[in-house]
């Protein structure tokens, strides 16, 4: 770690060792360190907003639709599902018979049929889903690149900040991948200023604490204003180094984590401990169980966006942990492994996150958002299992403005392309920015300055309530 020695070292420090001397291994902090921070600019009135924050349940290795909400109940055999439909709480409504609880809760949902892109592979998929904007190859080897889109969280904190003490985005609690990190979780070319606070931690474990806001056992808040007050003295020193977007960003990272360290609020929200036993226990004893419940306690304390990765990796032959990807195995199954542990999980959160905001009055101004980076295919393969499928897949939207009951667009008879009404991740990405009161033609600017649309598509309103 850099250490200052002296006030005479401190004025030849260049730029490149003042950013390092003001990241947060000095203050043992685990924020993310900020790179630069960027401006963003509107261009047009925003529309109403109907939903004042989000949960975004990223469903990481792509969730099998017609064998989940889009059944296909008169396909030829070699498409239709395994599993059995049940009714739900919509009339003529059907889901997969492994979801009974989550059927008594379609009411809520507005379900979007058509959402597709071109990218097969997870990393670019999961690029496109968590951004909405395809990237120029479809590669698993699909790397973080300043040149690609920051996540939907990042723009928020862009373009539409909270005004509060709480931050504006937090993720949790994994950072997904596969084989390389998937792009499209962080805030890229705005800068690290916009990154989540993200929480690597387990909100299910015993000693589950937000670390990344607490102090090394040595230091103190006074010691730490002392060292604040230090960096100051050191940017006076270097000669219009405050000029810099750097150091304005610098600056405003410093802010942003002392807010933090001196929040009792922010805190707090994080104290999923402090929940009724029967309450965690109806959310479920599990990391993305207890996730959602933390969801629900940091939209109730003021943060505006929330993202909660179902899983760390894309899945494969497990029963008991990973993500939607379980085809390809001739000794463990995907019929076999997804009524173990994929639809028993989702039926024991999705319905319990809903109805507890619901109870507290906060679902109309909370929307939910359900989906992967893509579907499956439709038809069965030889190990009994489906492949990836981005041409057309299902979408679950709920709270925050939506129209309950809903379906938009509908795929055709076997669930391979859309039929009518199709809807690209732009398309979905601009419903989600306008049901918060963004407006979706709004600009950011990339690493180039390049002006950028935050979402390439049109909002489909016809679900909106």
Same mark, same amino acid.
């Given at each position: 770690m850099f250490r200052l020695r002296s006030l005479a070292e401190a004025a030849a420090v260049n730029r490149r060792d003042l950013l390092r001397i003001g990241g947060p291994g000095m203050l043992g902090l685990t924020l993310p360190k900020l790179l630069r921070a960027q401006e963003s600019q509107g261009t047009a009135a925003a529309p109403e907003a109907r939903a004042k924050s989000v949960i975004f349940l990223f469903q990481w290795g792509g969730p099998s639709h017609v064998d989940t909400f889009d059944m296909k109940l008169t396909a030829p055999q070699e498409y239709r599902s395994k599993y059995s439909p049940i009714s739900t709480s919509v009339p003529g409504m059907h889901v997969c018979e492994h979801l009974p609880e989550t059927?008594?809760?379609?009411?809520?949902?507005?379900?979007?049929?058509?959402?597709?892109?071109?990218?097969?592979?997870?990393?670019?998929? *999961?690029?496109?889903?968590?951004?909405? /904007?395809?990237?120029?190859?479809d590669d698993q080897r699909l790397r973080d690149s300043l040149d690609l889109l920051p996540a939907f969280g990042s723009v928020v904190d862009a373009v539409a900040p909270n005004r509060n003490e709480m931050p504006t985005f937090v993720s949790y609690p994994h950072t997904i991948a596969d084989g390389s990190t998937t792009p499209g979780q962080r805030a890229s070319f705005l800068g690290k200023i916009h990154d989540p606070l993200f929480i690597p931690n387990d909100p299910n474990a015993a000693d589950f604490e937000l670390s990344q806001l607490s102090l090394p056992s040595d230091v103190s808040l006074g010691r730490l204003s002392d060292r604040r007050e230090l960096q100051k003295l050191i940017n006076r020193q270097v000669r219009g180094l405050d000029e810099s977007a750097a150091a304005k960003g610098l600056n405003a990272y410093y802010e942003k984590a002392i807010?933090?360290?001196n929040s009792r609020k922010v805190r707090n929200a994080f104290d999923v401990s402090s929940e009724p036993t029967e309450l965690r226990e109806a959310y479920g004893r599990t990391t993305y169980g207890q996730g959602c419940l933390l969801a629900r306690r940091l939209v109730e304390?003021? /943060?505006?966006?929330?993202?909660?990765?179902?899983?760390?990796?894309?899945?494969?032959?497990?029963?008991?942990?990973?993500?939607?990807?379980?085809?390809?195995?001739?000794?463990?199954?995907?019929?076999?492994?997804?009524?173990?542990?994929?639809? &028993?999980?989702?039926?024991?959160?999705?319905? /319990?996150?809903?109805?507890?905001?619901?109870?507290?009055?906060?679902?109309?101004?909370?929307? /939910?958002?359900?989906? *992967?980076?893509?579907?499956?295919?439709?038809?069965?393969?030889?190990?009994?299992?489906?492949?990836?499928? &981005?041409k057309c897949y299902t979408a679950l939207l709920a709270g925050g403005g939506v129209k309950g009951g809903a379906v938009y667009g509908a795929s055709d008879k076997y669930g391979a392309v859309p039929d009518r009404d199709p809807v690209t991740t732009g398309d979905l990405t601009a419903t989600m920015y306008s049901l918060l009161?963004?407006?979706?033609?709004?600009?950011?600017?990339?690493?180039?300055?390049?002006?950028?649309?935050?979402?390439?598509?049109? &909002?489909?309103?016809?679900i909106f309530a």
């Open positions: 059927a008594k809760m379609m009411h809520h949902f507005a379900q979007i049929r058509t959402v597709h892109h071109t990218m097969n592979n997870h990393n670019s998929a *999961g690029y496109t889903a968590l951004t909405g /904007v395809e990237p120029p190859i807010s933090m360290l304390s003021g /943060v505006k966006f929330v993202t909660v990765y179902f899983s760390r990796n894309i899945g494969g032959r497990s029963k008991t942990d990973g993500g939607w990807d379980t085809h390809g195995f001739d000794d463990t199954r995907m019929y076999e492994i997804l009524p173990e542990w994929h639809l &028993p999980i989702t039926d024991h959160t999705l319905p /319990v996150l809903l109805k507890d905001l619901e109870d507290r009055g906060l679902l109309q101004d909370t929307l /939910v958002m359900w989906f *992967g980076e893509f579907g499956r295919t439709p038809k069965i393969n030889k190990n009994i299992s489906r492949d990836h499928w &981005p009161g963004i407006d979706h033609t709004t600009e950011i600017r990339d690493n180039l300055s390049r002006p950028l649309p935050i979402a390439n598509g049109r &909002p489909v309103t016809e």
